[in-house]
């Protein structure tokens, strides 16, 4: 998960595509945009209802159980936990990280799959805390926040439509407050499922130390037959590898 209090990379979503609104509730700041033909005026108070049975249900296990919380390897969820945390938990046991490390995929997918419950949606996009989840017609391009690292929001991946719905994850060692044992000032991790690349955003980001570890890095990756591209910033260099092309950005 990486968080960025300005949360400058929001503009690069402000274009005639999209009719984006943010919802707030506790420490949950989510932006969310649907394609402008979809759009209704009751979505922002359905998805604030939405985020609200999602922190809250989680909030009380939590405090029952506060080492699911803290624990920084596979955890397993007791019997009560929302159904929610008991799929992170199972991302956590395939991943070898602790189950947080998936919160914020797995908040922004649950969310955008909620939403179009209630709404007939051609496209959405969710982004909680730099972390997004899309499911599009039309491919679409992402930026990199990457900190300080001359490349960030210079740099970025071109989904393609063909593999919607998915996540697009964002770790850095750098940037936010989020636990990192790597120096990475951004590894973004795609896969179809966006809990998935979240945890495997903060297991490939915790292995970069240097610009030379990028190429050791993503023959990892290559191997993880559930990832569908990766994008590796350290200072100015850069690694990528899979089914996504690299952008550039002015």
């Known amino acids: 998960m990486q968080i960025h209090n ?15 609104f943010v919802v707030k509730y506790k420490e949950t700041d ?3 945009g649907v394609d402008k033909k979809s759009f209704h005026r009751e979505m922002p108070e359905i998805v604030e209802q939405i985020i609200r049975v999602l922190r809250d249900e989680s909030d009380i296990y939590l405090k ?13 969820a007791q019997e009560s936990a929302p159904k929610i945390l008991k799929e992170m938990s199972e991302i956590s046991r395939r991943t070898g990280v602790g189950p947080m490390a998936a919160v914020a995929g797995a908040f922004a997918a649950e969310i955008g799959q909620e939403l179009k419950k209630h709404f007939q949606i051609n496209e959405i996009i969710i982004e909680n805390g730099g972390d997004i989840y899309v499911d599009i017609q039309n491919d679409i391009e992402i930026a990199v926040f990457a900190g300080k690292s001359p490349l960030s929001e210079k740099i970025g991946l071109r989904i393609d439509a063909k593999f919607s719905p998915l ?10 407050p989020s636990l990192s044992f790597g120096k990475a000032d ?6 179809k499922n966006a ?11 915790n292995k970069i130390q240097t610009p030379k570890d990028i190429d050791s890095v ?11 591209s990766a994008l590796i910033v350290k200072d100015d260099k850069l690694g990528i590898i899979g089914e996504f092309e690299m952008v550039l950005f002015r």
Request: net charge positive; glycine share 6%.
């Open 30 to 32: 989510v932006w969310i």
């Open 218 to 228: 993503l023959k990892q990756i290559e191997h993880e037959k559930n990832i569908l």
């Open 167 to 176: 996540g697009i994850c964002t770790s850095s060692g750098t940037v936010g």
């Open 186 to 191: 951004a590894v973004m991790i795609a896969c």
């Open 64 to 76: 029952q159980d506060p080492q699911y919380r803290l624990s920084l390897v596979p955890y397993f």
């Open 6 to 20: 300005d949360r400058t990379y929001r503009k690069q979503f402000r274009n005639d595509r999209w009719h984006g």
């Open 195 to 205: 809990a998935l690349a979240d945890a495997y955003a903060s297991v490939f980001a």
